[in-house]
């Protein structure tokens, strides 16, 4: 059996080299290294995917998140509230600038930002509400733009684990990850659903009286050549990447139904455990199951994480500490309670997820699964 891993990036290069490979040298032949043919093209292709008004491609998805915000125009002490279990850079980006992050706690069945928590943390300083779309699920969206509307507040979506996921709104019309709220961030990390060949990311502009700031502020506050409007960053996307990501666009649908195949596997493999709670699908939201998330007891976390390494299954905590007891976030002060996402920090467990399983692996993760959670209950 070929050893298993959290992500297997290469097997998956094995079977695009032929199309990726003419694809680099393209670039390479042209050195257009900075702002080539194929940004543009990627960045239509990935708006016609999505259904986004428009696409901006930057340099990584902290980046995208940051764009977003600067474009909204907030001013320092502006609230932006947000869940307090995602990855740093979420969070990180509103204090970067300067703004006051509120983090609220998230739902136990989807771990995504709860909209009556932020009902709660809604205040007159409130200018932004940054849900996640974590795992590969999309948040609940509708109740959390009805609140946005009803209190004059943008939406930025962090959609960097979940592109492609889809949303169901109540009267059935669907939209994807990214392209609800005013602006969508999302990241090409190799490692992310969609991963170029290092760094990469995008931002979905959905309010067409924003593509310009956002393209404007992604490049030095540039409206033409040496004309400079605004203070930005300098962050794009490679035409290198922007390549490879063509080319990575076109297997999307395949590998999200991959994706999807092995969560089917795990879930029909360990249903009728009790030791390991399998995740649940949210009632409004397509899965592109970034993550595959077991809930553990947390005091058996992390002997079943040791059983698992000793039979060769890789498996990783996402996140192993709430964002509010990070020791870069002690100047925000205690804050709101967030025992959900508190618990979920010692019981998350996530297990290998990627394209490229084969059905010998799946056999072993499973049996492994079985026998290890089996073992640690005795
Ligand atoms: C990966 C990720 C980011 C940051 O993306 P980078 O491209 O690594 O900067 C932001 N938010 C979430 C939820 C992520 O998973």
Same mark, same amino acid.
């Given at each position: 059996m070929e050893p298993i891993q959290l992500v297997d990036l290469r097997r998956q290069y094995e079977r695009i080299r032929e199309d990726v490979e003419p694809a680099i040298a393209r670039v390479i032949a042209t +050195?257009? #290294?900075?702002?080539?043919?194929d940004v543009e093209s990627f960045e239509r292709e990935l708006a016609a995917y999505t259904g986004a008004p428009a696409v901006v491609g930057c340099a990584n998805g902290t980046d995208a998140l940051q764009i977003c915000l600067m474009a909204l125009g907030l001013e320092p002490g502006d609230e932006v509230i947000t869940p307090?279990? +995602?990855? #740093?850079a979420t969070a990180e980006v509103i204090a970067l600038l300067r703004l006051t992050p509120v983090l609220v706690d998230v739902d136990p069945r989807t771990f995504t930002i709860d909209p009556r928590e932020v009902e709660r943390a809604i205040s007159p300083k409130t200018r932004a509400i940054l849900p996640v779309h974590l795992y590969g699920q999309c948040a609940d969206m509708a109740p959390l733009l009805a609140l946005a509307k009803r209190h004059g507040v943008a939406i930025v979506e962090d959609a960097a684990q979940a592109i492609g996921a889809s949303y169901t709104f109540p009267d059935g019309t669907t939209k994807q990850a990214g392209?609800?709220?005013t602006l969508g961030a999302t990241s090409?990390?190799?490692?992310?659903?969609?991963?170029?060949f290092g760094d990469g990311g995008a931002i979905f502009v959905?309010?067409?009286?924003?593509t310009h700031r956002v393209r404007m502020i992604a490049n030095?506050?540039?409206?033409?050549?040496?004309?400079?409007?605004l203070v930005g960053i300098n962050s794009r996307l490679d035409t290198l990447q922007a390549a490879v990501l063509r080319v990575k666009l076109r297997q999307l649908d395949a590998y999200a139904t991959a994706r999807n195949d092995l969560a089917t596997a795990y879930d029909g493999a360990f249903s009728d455990l009790t030791d390991v709670l399998v995740p649940q699908r949210s009632a409004t939201s397509s899965h592109v199951f970034h993550q595959y998330t077991l809930l553990c007891d947390a005091k058996r976390r992390d002997a079943i994480a040791a059983g698992l390494k000793a039979r060769g299954v890789p498996t990783a905590v996402y996140y192993p500490a709430p964002i509010h007891a990070q020791k870069a976030f002690a100047q925000f002060g205690p804050g709101r309670d967030c025992p959900v996402s508190t618990e979920l920090c010692t019981r998350a467990l996530s297990l290998p997820m990627h394209t490229e399983m084969d059905a010998e692996q799946v056999e072993h993760i499973t049996r492994s699964v079985r026998e290890v959670a089996h073992a640690t209950s005795l």
């Open positions: +050195t257009a #290294f900075i702002k080539g043919p307090d279990f +995602t990855y #740093f392209t609800m709220g090409f990390f190799p490692s992310k659903n969609l991963g170029c959905n309010d067409d009286s924003l030095h506050g540039q409206s033409s050549k040496y004309v400079h409007d």
